[in-house]
């Protein structure tokens, strides 16, 4: 069989890998919104602020470890293989949150949360980078964090209504084993994208000469350079963690924030729905506007605007104003979130693809960790959750001047007249 790359040839199962990012992004979503507002039903005091980020902790540093298990692993026996194990990881998460008798079995369930999401959402973006040609990547990494994000968000209010008529735990329950099977029965007609891999990599040597045995280097050596010797990598991988720090406020504080301010679960699904919605739709064409006019411009734009957007909801006191801090974080996001990883994608061997973007995944999602750590700590010193809005704020601009001052241009237009089609 000839393995072809291209999202128009490999269409079909193009679309079977978005739907089952679409699967992912509903299971992580059914807790972004209901669990933060009705944690005093698991017994969160309303001021315990670092007690509350655990589950956010927990959660983050089990799924960046595994992330970077996951691109490895998957180099080895295929990415098909670890998704189904990420699957199978996902079914006591609806089950655990349905019985709690406390807020530590939310924590636990959330280390089963980071397995399913590590091992699942790492795997459905390196397999449509594999299918797609090397001019579609933005656009590839564009379209799975749409759905995915967009499944974010319509999980996060949908479960919002549902915890109203039937109560969080019934809610969750049915809502996350329902996805679940539906997600394993589709995986059946899932191909493992590793040919794609092998026959790129054909490509390649025989185009340039490349060995096999040169390209492969160890996992730790592999990890090292890409997390502290090499500058560019290094500064990927910072702004990784820098907007994850953001989603963890989005997901940890946000919640209780709008409580605070007398907004009810429904009216809180409605913002954080907006900024995951707008993250996700607007992906559809940031992804592919960076593989036209390159990585850096957009990567830089959605770091201000994602900065802005967090001082503008520190400045406002309003339902409709928050929508529209909200829908501005979401298109910061919707900028940066895509190209960050395709920008690590355009300079990474493709035998190395699943490591190098597993290193990268790795740092970005256990910003969720840090981002928890930091901003748990922050809010319980403060015994407030306004001064983590402006920190978070300026984490971000920071972050973003670091890339624009250590990053070139990883994929420049003027390459685009020696691409082809798919």
């Known amino acids: 069989m000839t393995y072809t790359r291209g999202i128009g040839v490999n269409r079909a199962q193009f679309l079977l890998q978005t739907i089952q990012v679409f699967f992912v992004g509903l299971i992580i979503g059914m807790e972004r919104n209901v669990l933060p507002a009705m944690s005093h039903r698991f017994g969160v005091d ?85 299918l797609a040609n090397g001019h579609q990547r933005g656009l590839a990494v564009g379209i799975n964090e749409a759905v995915g994000y967009i499944a974010v968000g319509l999980a996060g209010l949908g479960t919002g209504y ?54 492969r280097a160890s996992a730790w050596a592999t990890f090292l350079r890409v997390s502290f010797r090499d500058s560019t990598y290094r500064a990927l991988c910072q702004g990784g963690v820098a907007n994850k720090i953001a989603d963890t406020l989005v997901w940890m504080l946000f919640p209780v924030f709008f409580r605070l301010h007398g907004l009810g679960v429904v009216s809180i ?13 607007g992906q559809f064409g940031t992804g592919h506007l960076a593989d036209r006019i390159g990585r850096r411009p957009p990567i830089l734009a959605g770091f201000a605007l994602l900065s802005l957007g967090l001082a503008g909801t520190a400045l406002v006191d309003r339902f409709d104003a928050w929508i529209a801090t909200a829908a501005t974080m979401g298109l910061g996001m919707a900028l940066l979130y895509p190209n960050l990883i395709a920008a690590m994608s355009d300079v990474a061997p493709p035998l190395e693809r699943g490591r190098i973007l597993g290193t990268y995944r790795y740092w970005r999602d256990t910003g969720y960790a840090i981002g928890g750590l930091v901003l748990g700590l922050a809010a319980q010193w403060a015994d407030k959750i306004l001064p983590t809005i402006w920190l978070t704020a300026a984490i971000v601009a920071l972050s973003g001047l670091w890339i624009a001052l250590a990053v070139d241009e990883t994929h420049p237009r003027n390459l685009s007249a020696s691409r082809t089609t798919a």
């Open 46 to 130: 309303s001021h315990a602020f670092l007690y509350l980020a655990s589950f956010v902790i927990s959660f983050g540093l089990v799924k960046g470890a595994l992330n970077f298990v996951a691109g490895g692993l998957s180099d080895r026996i295929g990415r098909k293989r670890v998704m189904f194990l990420g699957w199978l990881a996902g079914i006591p998460i609806p089950l655990m949150i349905f019985f709690a008798p406390n807020w530590w079995w939310i924590i636990a369930a959330n280390v089963f949360l980071g397995v399913n999401q590590a091992f699942t959402w790492t795997m459905t973006v390196t397999s449509q980078i594999d």
């Open 162 to 215: 549902l915890a109203v008529l039937y109560g969080p735990r019934w809610a969750l329950l049915g809502f996350g084993l329902v996805v679940i099977a539906l997600a394993l029965l589709l995986l059946l007609r899932v191909q493992d994208t590793i040919h794609w891999v092998h026959a790129e990599h054909a490509q390649n040597q025989r185009a340039s000469g490349v060995t096999e045995s040169s390209l």
């Open 269 to 281: 699904g409605w913002i954080t729905g907006v900024y995951a919605m707008v993250w996700g739709l």
